[in-house]
């Protein structure tokens, strides 16, 4: 205890790092005071079946990943996930399409105009989404809408303010990326899932002790010890990693080369992250999005819009893995690292330099992704599993899948990029005091 607060001190003394840190909070209560905010027209107490819709099934999900905007209506209903899902179509170009492989080895400028099309592709999709939730909106709650005003006429209006919602969301996401602390639309999503908790928390332990065949508070204990269980091994996860020796040559004469020390490249278990998980959640929302506004839908396409269903949860797994193996082939690249290595002298012990180290790395990195895939998966479908011994389906999300992962991931990155604004600026402070006060140079 005695040493978190001095680590808070240190934050607080860190004049920049303190700066970032309440930036992140100002913007990340500018997002939720949005989420409160109803779009113009709408009476919030008439959309009680609107809130009744999202209480269960895929629905709640979405409500989770907007922070309960979607159920309130607000100006930030339709929140990130239309800007994840261009951004999945655009890594999929990437590796698909010859004009966007090229355009991704441009270096900086590359990224820049694939980002710019990500945003054109993120408006598409809002045009598409937010009449989708505006039919939606009314089907389920049209008294909603105050007296006086058309249906028709509120349309577009609402169209425009629910688009420009969502693009002000990623807005936000990159400021706090670029001015504050961590990445910015990982924080938004973990924000908007942290919200619902308290909420879910209280109606778990309501359930429980006011019904006998509940368990009490015994099984409410054993399902925190559970949670707390599922959450070590989430975070023992992300920080996994299995380190592949590299050894540095000192100096090279003739066909000789003298050893140098012995480094380590950690290839993490988890490598890509919450990336993964995020663009399979994104994917299963198509269903939903292709039947909720009709009168129905195939049996098919019904299970996949039940998170709770076998067939759903075999998909959903799948596409965990699949993404897993994507997004690490596309982050790391074992040619540039054997490349990279082989200009430094350095090799990897009993390996030829060149080709046969890229193909090494490769086959660990494989190795390695395999069983992380695995079990993000299995961690991925833990809600499913938790809710077959009757626990509400709003606090099951934080046994596992898609909250748990998010928010155990955001927090270790958010929380290393402090660590490093701490070291850095610790490293700093030593300049100041030493070489950087004589010639009158700050370091801040």
């Known amino acids: 205890m005695k040493k978190f607060i001095e680590t808070l001190k240190n934050i607080w003394k860190v004049e920049d790092l303190r700066q970032r840190i309440l930036i992140t909070i100002l913007f990340i209560a500018i997002y939720r005071f949005g989420s409160f905010v109803t779009l113009p027209g709408i009476d919030h107490a008439g959309l009680s079946k609107m809130t009744e819709q999202t209480e269960n099934g895929l629905m709640a999900l979405l409500d989770m990943f907007s922070g309960g905007a979607f159920s309130h209506a607000s100006i930030f209903a339709l929140g990130i996930m239309p800007y994840i899902s261009a951004s999945i179509v655009m890594q999929l170009l990437a590796v698909a399409v010859p004009y966007f492989q090229k355009m991704q080895r441009e270096g900086e400028s590359g990224r820049k105009k694939i980002s710019w099309y990500t945003r054109i592709l993120t408006v598409a ?10 039919i939606n909106l009314k089907m389920q709650s049209g008294g909603a809408l105050a007296a ?3 249906w028709t006429t509120f349309m577009v209006p609402a169209t425009i303010i629910l688009a420009a919602g969502s693009m002000f969301i990623l807005w936000l996401g990159e400021r706090i990326t670029d ?3 961590g990445n910015g639309i990982s924080i938004i999503i973990m924000i908007g899932i942290i919200a619902r908790l308290p909420e879910a928390f209280l109606k778990e332990f309501n359930a429980r002790v006011s019904h006998a065949e509940g368990g009490g508070l015994v099984m409410f204990i054993i399902e925190i010890l559970v949670l707390f269980a599922v959450v070590c091994a989430a975070i023992l996860l992300v920080q996994a990693v299995r380190k592949v020796p590299v050894q540095y040559a000192r100096r090279v004469q003739g066909n000789k080369t003298y050893g140098g020390a012995r480094q380590y490249i950690p290839l993490k278990l988890f490598a890509a992250n919450v990336m993964p998980i995020i663009f399979a959640q994104a994917l299963m929302f198509i269903p939903l999005a292709i039947v909720q506004y009709s009168a129905g839908g195939s049996t098919l396409i019904s299970k996949l819009m039940d998170h709770t269903s076998l067939l759903y949860n075999i998909v959903f797994a799948v596409l965990i893995i699949a993404f897993t193996y ?17 200009r430094n002298n350095g090799f990897i012990p009993g390996v030829k330099p060149g080709k046969p180290t890229a193909d090494y790395i490769d086959t660990i990195m494989s190795r390695i992704t395999l069983p992380g895939s695995l079990f993000i998966a299995f961690i991925a479908v833990m809600p499913a599993i938790v809710s077959l011994f009757n626990v509400e389906q709003s606090f099951a999300q934080f046994f596992g899948g898609t909250s748990l992962l998010i928010l155990v991931g955001v927090v270790i990155d958010t929380l290393q990029q402090i660590q490093n604004h701490l070291m850095m600026r610790h490293y700093d402070g030593l300049l100041k005091a030493g070489h950087t006060r004589g010639n009158g140079v700050s370091a801040y």
């Open 125 to 134: 999709i809002l045009l598409f989404q937010a009449p989708s939730y505006l």
């Open 148 to 150: 006086g005003i058309d």
């Open 179 to 181: 001015k504050g602390v």
């Open 326 to 342: 994507f997004y690490t082939a596309i982050t790391l690249n074992p040619t540039q690292m054997a490349e990279d290595m082989k």
